[in-house]
């Protein structure tokens, strides 16, 4: 039996059909629903003309639609693409193009932007639109999807390929939307052998085996219960929030809001007994905490005692802020893990009465840190190199060879995955993250990572999020600029946030010049947007 997303999970709906594997508010499937809706989507992609490799856009919010319509591209053998749900004609046009789209789902909400681009894409071949109550008839035809499941029978289950295509695509910090290719067998193995220990077992060795052992662990009282609180469109919430915990035969719970809503998310676990949350970083965090002191003090706290994992990764994730966390959920672990859609490189693990940490990860055995000249760095030299994550190495960029070489290279004959991340080896061998290298500022000759100097503005009293970013100087090339916003009531000057920082980091490090604004810009999944911010800065 091959190690793929689909055939694992029809073998899960085959041992325990009647388990829920989706709720999406009132909306709610079983294991068994969730494998026949996906069979017939499977075969509606197939009467359409698609094929093996063919690509199927997703555009969409959160939904059981989204991992139904997933699963079913997985099915025929075909390559689902995520297509961010805030891209507007342009670069939604582009994505499609770039990736040879040959359907595309969307939410009925977003069809008036479909409608302006299907004529520029003749490649298309099926348009289905999932309805959230917006207009319909806006796009020509385009199918609602419970007519396409209903006027179709379930595709026929068939033998597929551990190295067929699975791709990500992913915006990066710089330059157009990028395709990460994988072999979709490495990755379903490294999933699984991620999603086993939350249900108490160890890693399955076989593909074969994962069925029944989750049926043995869920009768004998075993439960997985995942709310992925950031977007599935971005890797950290459909890999950690929906593929780990589907191939323990989990429940993935998908939230209704269409921004981070703090008390939907406790609210959530609290209705549904959920055992894990994948976010992002301090900026999920922060109204996670403030939300739970409301309830607190309104005298309706919230009932978490079903959570143990929280998992976060993609951006920087504080240690005050998880102490704060590990204070009001003290049975949490929390694991912050760090990687990228190029590959995993560490993970820090926090638990209470641990010691919390930041930007410092256990490295991986596949993880290595290399100069430029492509020396290894040591533990404890103080040497900075680019990170280097070794193990289920990305195939290349879809399209790109020119990218794909400079990413994935080969080092002593193994090859690694170049994200782009900057760090130290502490004498320990653990990973000091420093940033990523297209982000370093460089002041007066001084090479200044914006991370480090993040976390030290919001510490400061009454910063609630920061970003920081070099902006044309005469004198120093760039000036150290941080764009901050502030709690509501709080008042905070810019000598005040330059002072504290000089208390803690080297003055060079310091902000130059501290620029206030209503909200920091971030994407939906918490991840910095930093030419917005060196924009509102430069202005």
């Known amino acids: 039996m091959e190690m793929h997303f689909a055939t694992v999970w029809e073998s899960i709906a085959d041992e325990i059909p009647g388990a829920t594997a989706l709720i999406h508010g009132d909306q709610r499937r079983t294991w068994s629903e969730y494998e026949q809706r996906a069979a017939r989507l499977a075969q509606a992609y197939t009467a359409a003309g698609l094929g093996p490799n063919s690509k199927i856009g997703m555009y969409l919010y959160n939904c059981n639609e989204y991992l139904e319509v997933q699963f079913a591209g997985?099915?025929?053998?075909?390559?689902?693409?995520?297509?961010?749900?805030?891209?507007?004609?342009?670069?939604?046009?582009?994505?499609?193009?770039?990736?040879?789209?040959?359907?595309?789902?969307?939410?009925?909400?977003?069809?008036?932007?479909?409608?302006?681009?299907?004529?520029?894409?003749?490649?298309?071949?099926?348009?289905?639109?999932?309805?959230?109550?917006?207009?319909?008839?806006?796009?020509?035809?385009?199918?609602?999807?419970?007519?396409?499941?209903?006027?179709?029978?379930?595709?026929?289950?068939?033998?597929?390929?551990?190295?067929?295509?699975?791709?990500?695509?992913?915006?990066?910090?710089?330059?157009?939307?990028?395709?990460?290719?994988?072999?979709?067998?490495?990755?379903?193995?490294?999933?699984?052998?991620?999603?086993?220990?939350?249900?108490?077992?160890a890693p399955p060795s076989d593909a074969s085996q994962i069925a029944g052992m989750v049926r043995s662990a869920l009768e004998g009282g075993a439960s997985l219960v995942s709310v992925p609180g950031c977007p599935l469109m971005h890797g950290t919430g459909v890999w950690l929030g929906a593929f780990v915990p589907h191939l323990a035969g989990g429940t993935v719970v998908t939230l209704q809001q269409r921004s981070f809503d703090a008390t939907e998310l406790f609210e959530t676990v609290q209705r549904e007994r959920a055992t894990s949350l994948v976010i992002v970083g301090d900026a999920f965090a922060r109204p996670m905490i403030r939300a739970i002191d409301d309830a607190a003090a309104a005298g309706k706290p919230f009932d978490t005692s079903s959570l143990r994992m929280l998992i976060s990764s993609g951006v920087m994730f504080t240690a005050e802020l998880k102490d704060q966390l590990l204070d009001r959920i003290p049975q949490l672990v929390i694991v912050d893990a760090m990687g990228s859609s190029e590959g995993s490189m560490g993970t820090a693990i926090s638990m209470k009465g641990v010691p919390a940490s930041t930007a410092k990860f256990n490295q991986m055995p596949t993880t290595k840190v290399f100069t430029e000249d492509g020396r290894e760095v040591q533990p404890g030299s103080d040497e900075i190199g680019m990170v280097a994550a070794g193990g289920n190495v990305p195939v290349g960029y879809y399209k790109d060879p020119e990218k794909s070489a400079r990413t994935f290279r080969t080092i002593n004959g193994v090859r690694y995955s170049f994200p782009g991340d900057m760090a130290q080896v502490a004498a320990d061998g653990s990973l000091i993250l420093l940033g990523r290298g297209s982000q370093v500022i460089n002041s007066g000759g001084e090479k200044i990572f914006p991370e480090e100097v993040e976390e030290a503005v919001k510490r400061v009293p009454g910063i609630t999020d920061c970003l920081v970013v070099g902006v044309d100087d005469e004198k120093f090339g760039q000036a150290v600029t941080a764009v901050a916003s502030l709690a509501p009531g709080a008042s905070v000057d810019e000598a005040t946030v330059i002072s504290s920082v000089k208390s803690q980091l080297a003055g060079f490090k310091a902000p130059k010049r501290v620029v206030f604004v209503s909200q920091v810009p971030r994407a939906p999944n918490g991840k910095a947007d930093y030419k917005t911010a060196r924009q509102l800065a430069s202005r």
Do not use: C
Not at 85 to 109: K, P, Q, T
Not at 135 to 142: F, N
Not at 159 to 179: A, V
């Open 74 to 201: 997985f099915k025929m053998r075909g390559v689902p693409v995520n297509v961010n749900y805030r891209y507007l004609d342009e670069e939604l046009w582009y994505l499609l193009d770039n990736s040879d789209a040959e359907a595309l789902v969307f939410h009925r909400s977003l069809a008036d932007r479909v409608a302006r681009v299907i004529d520029r894409l003749p490649g298309l071949k099926l348009l289905i639109e999932v309805d959230d109550g917006g207009a319909a008839g806006q796009v020509r035809g385009a199918i609602g999807i419970e007519d396409v499941i209903a006027a179709h029978e379930p595709l026929p289950r068939m033998r597929r390929e551990e190295t067929d295509t699975y791709m990500l695509y992913t915006g990066g910090t710089t330059g157009m939307p990028k395709g990460v290719m994988y072999d979709i067998g490495g990755l379903t193995g490294g999933f699984a052998a991620g999603g086993f220990p939350l249900l108490g077992l």
